[in-house]
């Protein structure tokens, strides 16, 4: 189970120290460095970090650098052969989200949700803060807090839902943000239900993300051809940065060409850290 009580102050620490690791990843630094980079003792900071991710600072810097990332691109193209219709993919798949989603009628997407009452709240995450909005259709936005900026968080959905009515209600989107972050609660018979609000062509990308097994990644460029659009890979990039309900549908787990991690709308840092937290669980 989630320890909520923890998990903020923990990111915070673990942020940190990704981002120094992440600047010094050819170096393959000792725990000491790192550890004094937060102030911690090298115990205490491998503690820390294995209780939030699961595996090592140094099996996480394994993680941080191209050959990993190369690995998770293996065979990329069969991992989008296996949908959620078709059973399990792996050993992988046990750990993954179950999600039942629908998408927004044209008439409802052109509207941007004008009429709608939508409930959204502030939550820890094993990535700190998470704002989740959500409708008595299901969770239609998951986005992070970075610096205690709630405002910016808020704004950010609320451009994605434009006309809607947003109201804070954390009682009604906590059972959301339990059903994503404790791992107990990803059941199949229990889907996760989200409501997508985007373009035909954005909610097929978004349908795609769904495919990804936790543990592997595919491009941009894959994903491209996936949907049948060879040519336009820069926008299923777009259509990825805009995806609403961030880890859910796992954009993370796109990465560029070569393996490079690329952007991400909630900051390369947290990339890093959803990636190294799955290999974790993967790993358990």
């Known amino acids: 189970m989630l320890d909520t009580a923890k998990t903020p102050d923990d990111y915070t620490r673990v942020k940190q120290a990704i981002e120094y690791m992440s600047a010094h990843w050819q170096a393959q630094l000792p725990m000491g460095d790192i550890a004094a980079q937060i102030n911690l003792s090298p115990a205490t900071f491998t ?36 949908s959620f219709e078709l059973g399990l993919s792996g050993p992988s798949r046990l750990h993954d989200l179950f999600v039942a989603h629908e998408a927004l009628s044209p008439g409802e997407y052109r509207s941007g949700g004008a009429g709608m009452i939508m409930d959204y709240g502030y939550h820890p995450s094993p990535f700190g803060e998470a704002i989740v909005v959500a409708n ?82 595919t491009t941009y460029g894959t994903l491209a051809t996936y949907i049948g659009k060879p040519t336009a890979a820069r926008a299923v990039g777009a259509a990825v940065g805009k995806n609403p309900i961030s880890f859910v549908v796992p954009c993370h787990r796109v990465l560029g060409k070569t393996g490079a991690l690329t952007g991400y709308h909630w900051g390369l840092t947290r990339k890093q850290a959803m990636l190294g937290w799955e290999a974790g669980q993967v790993a358990r």
């Open 47 to 82: 503690a820390l970090f294995k209780r939030w991710a699961g595996l090592t600072p140094k099996a996480f810097q394994q993680a941080l650098t191209l050959d990993h990332a190369r690995q998770l691109l293996q065979g990329e193209a069969s991992v989008l052969d296996a």
């Open 136 to 217: 008595e259709r299901g969770m239609a936005g998951l986005g992070f807090v970075d610096d205690g900026q709630r405002k910016n968080a808020l704004e950010d959905m609320q451009k994605r839902w434009p006309n809607a009515h947003l109201r804070r209600n954390d009682s009604a989107t906590g059972p959301y943000a339990q059903r994503v972050f404790e791992m107990q609660r990803w059941q199949q018979g229990q889907p996760l239900r989200v409501v997508l609000i985007g373009t035909d062509f954005e909610v097929r990308v978004w349908e795609t993300l769904l495919k990804i097994p936790m543990g592997r990644a």
